[in-house]
């Protein structure tokens, strides 16, 4: 029995370091390249399971090397491999550009990824039986997601959402149902079609979504930390400044690490304090999953700080 059940996506990234992208027609060399394991849910597993949580993973992977590498991949990080299946075709892949701040764009290829469907999620239901959470991204089918919000009312289990990337077309009945939404401000003004330029906007779009039902808000807001809004409380926890050199992957390396740190009993303003930690650590190293420290390294590196 696993602490958390992940359902989502898994990429193969290509990732490209520039100084600058090229314009039209225009031919620009990068410095560097580099390859590695990503996509939203696959993140947000393997963060949960290099921090010591029990985490199932329900996704698929294509017939091919990608697919090969990446259930290696899940393998040696401790995720069961009873979740994942395999389809005809390509494994997902993500190109990504990451500039000289340590921003990035990306693109997603879903391939194999658009094979997990409603139905093909029925086969690995038991899965999320006695989980302590289940966690949703939106890589995958919006009538996956749903699909697994009903199974997951009919284990008992909350479900975290994390609507990322934004999807239009979210059915706010099923955001409703949801023990924890986690979006980032653009997804926060996507779903509610309010702004969210300011704090004080972010907070009236929260609280127009617990009014509708919605158990626990969280809005990750990057480099401003994360504001969680309930029925009856409001709380900033700021983040943790570091100087980044590749905030891909931050977002995931933040649900992961809540959804560790509240599954294993903290409670949620102690857990989003850690989750900010933990990816403050993750964009001050390169690569997604590469930048996601163990529960040991963590340790290690908090230890380095407290010396310094
Ligand atoms: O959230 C970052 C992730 O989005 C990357 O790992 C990339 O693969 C895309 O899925």
Same mark, same amino acid.
């Not at 393997?46 to 996704?59: D, E, H, M, Y």
């Not at 289940?134 to 919006?142: C, G, K, R, S």
């Not at 479900?159 to 009945?173: E, G, H, S, T, Y």
């Not at 509610?192 to 972010?202: A, H």
């Given at each position: 029995?696993?602490?958390?059940?992940?359902?989502?996506?898994?990429?193969?990234?290509?990732?490209?370091?520039?100084?600058?992208?090229?314009?039209?027609?225009?031919?620009?060399?990068?410095?560097?390249?580099?390859?590695?394991?990503?996509?939203?849910?696959?993140?947000?597993?393997?963060?949960?399971?290099?921090?010591?949580?029990?985490?199932?993973?329900?996704?698929?992977?294509?017939?091919?090397?990608?697919?090969?590498?990446?259930?290696?991949?899940?393998?040696?990080?401790?995720?069961?491999?009873?979740?994942?299946?395999?389809?005809?075709?390509?494994?997902? &892949?993500?190109?990504?550009? %990451? $500039? =000289?701040? !340590?921003?990035?764009?990306?693109? *997603?290829?879903?391939? /194999?990824?658009?094979?997990?469907?409603?139905?093909?999620?029925?086969?690995?239901?038991?899965?999320?039986?006695?989980?302590?959470?289940?966690?949703?991204?939106?890589?995958?089918?919006?009538?996956?997601?749903?699909?697994?919000?009903?199974?997951?009312?009919?284990?008992?289990?909350?479900?975290?959402?994390?609507?990322?990337?934004?999807?239009?077309?979210?059915?706010?009945?099923?955001?409703?149902?949801?023990?924890?939404?986690?979006?980032?401000?653009?997804?926060?003004?996507?779903?509610?079609?309010?702004?969210?330029?300011?704090?004080?906007?972010?907070?009236?779009?929260?609280?127009?979504?617990?009014?509708?039902?919605?158990?626990?808000?969280?809005?990750?807001?990057?480099?401003?930390?994360?504001?969680?809004?309930?029925?009856?409380?409001?709380?900033?926890?700021?983040? &943790?400044?570091?100087?980044? %050199? $590749? =905030?891909? !992957?931050?977002?995931?390396?933040? *649900?992961?690490?809540? /959804?560790?740190?509240?599954?294993?009993?903290?409670?949620?303003?102690?857990?989003?304090?850690?989750?900010?930690?933990?990816?403050?650590?993750?964009?001050?190293?390169?690569?997604?999953?590469?930048?996601?420290?163990?529960?040991?390294?963590?340790?290690?590196?908090?230890?380095?700080?407290?010396?310094?």
């Amino acid at each position: 029995m696993a602490d958390i059940t992940v359902i989502g996506s898994n990429m193969y990234e290509l990732t490209t370091f520039v100084d600058r992208m090229p314009v039209e027609g225009e031919t620009v060399e990068a410095p560097e390249f580099e390859m590695g394991f990503g996509g939203k849910g696959a993140n947000q597993a393997i963060a949960a399971a290099r921090l010591g949580s029990q985490v199932n993973f329900i996704t698929m992977v294509g017939r091919d090397e990608f697919g090969r590498q990446q259930l290696e991949n899940y393998r040696s990080n401790g995720i069961r491999a009873d979740g994942i299946g395999i389809a005809d075709g390509s494994s997902g &892949v993500a190109p990504i550009f %990451v $500039d =000289t701040s !340590g921003d990035n764009r990306i693109l *997603i290829v879903k391939g /194999a990824n658009k094979q997990l469907t409603p139905a093909a999620l029925d086969d690995k239901k038991d899965l999320i039986e006695g989980s302590k959470l289940v966690v949703l991204q939106q890589e995958i089918a919006l009538e996956t997601n749903y699909h697994a919000i009903e199974l997951a009312e009919e284990y008992g289990v909350p479900v975290l959402l994390n609507p990322a990337p934004a999807n239009d077309d979210l059915n706010i009945d099923y955001v409703s149902r949801v023990a924890f939404f986690a979006p980032n401000e653009t997804e926060l003004a996507t779903l509610t079609g309010m702004p969210t330029g300011t704090l004080d906007e972010i907070k009236a779009a929260a609280r127009n979504l617990v009014r509708r039902g919605v158990g626990n808000l969280i809005v990750t807001m990057g480099g401003k930390g994360a504001l969680w809004v309930s029925a009856d409380q409001e709380l900033l926890v700021p983040a &943790v400044t570091v100087e980044a %050199v $590749d =905030t891909t !992957g931050a977002g995931d390396a933040f *649900i992961g690490s809540f /959804a560790h740190y509240y599954t294993q009993g903290e409670d949620v303003p102690t857990a989003l304090s850690h989750a900010n930690r933990y990816a403050a650590i993750s964009v001050t190293r390169r690569g997604t999953q590469k930048a996601y420290p163990t529960a040991a390294e963590l340790n290690d590196l908090l230890l380095e700080r407290v010396q310094a």
